[in-house]
Structures are given as structure tokens and as C-alpha cells.
């Protein structure tokens, strides 16, 4: 597993440590779960800044993935440009509500990029040595977010702390890229 160090904007030690600290002692201690927490549906808001469109959605519930709202979320996290929708990895939602609980965060998240057809990405990486060529977008995997209201930074150090996935930081574009492939960050 390959680890990659911030580029720009590193979290502060001491606050990033003491959130660890904080994430493990429910854990090692087994702090008891509010009763919010053991929530039997998972429901997430997602505002499309490209097609405007809205959409809550369950996606989950009593210990299954439900179809009608996958089917809705995949049509919201579509290529905007092509219209071409695949399925996105329900792992990727479930970091998304684990990241939603981590902040207390109740607003919708916005959408910068969900899905990429590979000409759309191709397209992208041309224009910027940013866009992996081999994106996790590609498969369902990955997501480009802001939630409003919520420092960026804060996100992304939120997004590390739960240690799914890739976490990429990108201030000067205003969102945090999450994806359920190998853990890194950048």
C-alpha cells in the first residue's frame, strides 16, 4: 500500500492525531452507539451542480442495498456530459454516510463529478496531468464533493480519519475527491 503525503494544505498533527485518538476510543473503550446511530435506512442528498438536479435517496436498509434507490442515485451521479449512467459501488455510499455521520454534516452533498465514461475521462486527463487515466470514476468508485457550510479541510481530514479509500485534495478547485480503492491520500 502505497501512501502518499499532502501536496498543499497539510492537516495540523496535533488536531488530525487527537481526532484519531478520539475515532479509536469509542472503539477500544466500546462506547455505546446513540440510537440515531443504529438507524435501520441510509438516506443520502445529493445536489448535482452540473444537471441542478436534487435527489434524497434510501439506498439501504434493515442490512440491504435497495435497488430503486441505487437505480436513482446512479441516474444523479451520472457522466453529465454523455448522459451515460453506470452502477455506483454501494461501498462508495457507505463512505459517503460514514463521512455525513463523522461531521454531523445533515445538508446535501454536492456533486462536482461521479461517474466519468473513459472518453470523458480521457478527455479530462488530456487537459490536466490531475485526471488519472485509470480514475476510479470510471468504475463507480469515486466522487468529487464539497459540503457546503463545511471547511475543506475539514472534509478531507474526515475523509482520512475514516481510512476507506483514496482522499484527494483539491483547494484551488473547491472539493474533496473520495473513492473506495486502495487507501491513500493526496
Not at 502518499?4 to 488536531?15: I, K, L, Y
Not at 463512505?95 to 461517474?115: C, D, T
Not at 475514516?162 to 472539493?175: M, T
Request: net charge positive; with cysteine.
Amino acid at each position: 500500500m502505497s501512501v502518499r503525503r499532502f501536496e498543499q494544505a497539510r492537516p495540523d498533527r496535533r488536531r488530525l492525531l487527537g481526532l484519531l485518538l478520539a475515532a479509536s476510543s469509542g472503539l477500544v473503550f466500546g462506547a455505546p452507539r446513540p440510537a440515531a446511530a443504529q438507524a435501520v435506512m441510509r438516506k443520502l442528498s445529493f445536489d448535482n451542480i452540473h444537471t441542478g438536479e436534487k435527489l434524497t435517496a434510501a439506498y439501504w436498509q434493515n442490512g440491504h442495498y435497495l435497488s430503486d434507490g441505487l437505480r436513482e442515485i446512479d441516474y444523479t451521479l451520472r457522466d453529465f456530459r454523455t448522459g451515460d449512467i453506470y452502477a455506483i459501488d454501494p461501498r462508495l455510499l457507505d463512505l459517503l454516510y460514514r463521512l455525513r455521520q463523522q461531521l454531523a454534516y445533515a445538508g446535501r452533498i454536492h456533486v462536482i463529478s461521479g461517474y466519468r465514461c473513459p472518453a470523458t475521462n480521457a478527455m479530462l486527463a488530456a487537459r490536466s496531468p490531475k485526471v488519472s487515466k485509470t480514475s476510479f470514476h470510471m468504475r463507480g468508485m469515486a466522487i468529487d464533493i464539497r459540503l457546503p457550510g463545511r471547511p475543506l479541510p475539514e472534509v478531507r481530514d474526515a475523509a482520512i480519519l475514516l481510512g476507506i479509500g483514496g482522499v484527494g485534495y483539491y483547494p484551488e478547485s473547491d472539493f474533496v475527491h473520495v473513492d473506495t480503492g486502495p487507501v491513500r491520500f493526496w
